[in-house]
């Protein structure tokens, strides 16, 4: 049996929407998909203001360009991310400043954060590793505190919350990922939340090339011009109509979403401890995770990397995650900072299973069954 690590979800609507969209004869970004995307996303899911994009980095270039970063600013993110978290505020010119993870779970330790806030700290970077929330309200907090602004990297996260509010509409700005391996997908693609007012209409310029062209279509000016710095930001309106094909169906596809990670949690947390020398998922007591990542944590990098090699040869597509940014050949002369001891503990004991849309339930068990057999005999380290 050969499992991939990923299948892109495709609930089979997309390709009438497709079609459509080409005898719509309007291809390019912000056609009439793109408007039915954002009606989701403001009129049913109740997000204030929604901008799609090309991808979930080109969101985080847009929040960090609206951020508006003076020379020698601060941006407080974690090290255990996506390089496209980092490269987006760089990219805009502020000064990177590393926070470690929970012990526990990736997710940004809020203490470390209020250590490291400074006179030139401009932002925080929040992101909700595994579609599980980070303490948003501390985090809310210390913005307020000191001034900052907020901003959540959501890209797992559509569909999760944190008492009982959407993840995505805690921070000032926010954004979404619909690339291929998210829950929500149409290959490549990326939503940009903006909850702060005061940002709504900059991010309107940014997104289209830096021009005035909304205030043009909404009649308030004649023509429309360059007026600040953008880019095109946009995705075609054929990855709009592919995405709205599963917005419209996304209780069923987020529903399917949980039914395999609990199945996964249910039949791990059942071997019992002395069984395992891995540990399940952490999970918040104030939020509702997506069931976006199931994965295993050792406590070493030789057994990690030996279940690996195991799953491997059983034709199991199991995958690691990040390298800690600081740690990076692109950054580590430059990091100045304390020893990240959680980030990198996260980066070498976290071995992630496939889960995706289509996965059925024999594939799990054989998964599962797969794992069980090769922990037999291990010494437990939980």
Request: aromatic share 10%.
């Amino acid at each position: 049996m050969l499992i991939p690590f990923n299948i892109p979800c495709s609930i089979g609507n997309e390709p009438d929407l497709v079609r459509e969209a080409i005898a719509n004869r309007h291809l390019s970004g912000n056609g009439p998909f793109t408007k039915r995307v954002h009606q989701v996303f403001e009129g049913e899911m109740g997000f204030r203001q929604v901008l799609m994009t090309n991808s979930c980095t080109a969101a985080l270039e847009m929040a960090a360009l609206l951020c508006a970063f003076r020379p020698g600013e601060e941006v407080i993110l974690p090290s255990f991310t996506h390089v496209g978290t980092a490269n987006a505020f760089e990219r805009a010119g502020a000064t990177l400043i590393f926070a470690d993870s929970l012990p526990h779970h990736p997710n940004l330790d809020p203490e470390h954060v209020a250590e490291l806030i400074g006179s030139r700290t401009r932002a925080i970077v929040a992101v909700h590793y595994a579609g599980v929330a980070c303490d948003m309200v501390r985090l809310k907090e210390l913005a307020e505190q000191h001034d900052l602004l907020l901003i959540e990297d959501a890209a797992h996260a559509i569909g999760a919350s944190y008492q009982g509010k959407p993840l995505g509409s805690w921070g000032d700005l926010g954004a979404f990922s619909f690339h291929e391996t998210k829950n929500l997908t149409c290959g490549q693609g990326g939503l940009l939340l903006v909850n702060a007012e005061r940002f709504q209409e900059r991010a309107l310029r940014l997104w289209e090339n830096g021009t005035n062209r909304a205030a043009f279509f909404r009649g308030e000016i004649d023509h429309y011009t360059w007026v600040d710095t953008g880019s095109c930001f946009l995705p075609s309106d054929l990855n709009a109509a592919y995405l709205y094909g599963q917005l419209v169906q996304r209780e069923q596809i987020f529903a399917r979403r949980m039914e395999l990670w609990t199945a996964y949690h249910d039949r791990f947390a059942a071997m019992g401890e002395d069984q395992r020398n891995f540990s399940l998922p952490w999970l918040s007591s104030e939020g509702q995770h997506n069931g976006h990542i199931f994965y295993l944590q050792f406590g070493n990098r030789s057994e990690r990397d030996a279940y690996l090699k195991h799953l491997s040869h059983q034709n199991i597509g199991a995958v690691f995650h990040y390298i800690p940014l600081h740690s990076s050949p692109h950054f580590h002369s430059r990091y100045e900072g304390r020893p990240l001891v959680n980030s990198q503990y996260h980066s070498e004991t976290i071995l992630r299973l496939p889960l995706f849309h289509s996965l059925s339930e024999e594939q799990v068990e054989f998964i599962f069954s797969s794992v069980r057999e090769f922990s037999k005999g291990r010494t437990p380290a939980y």
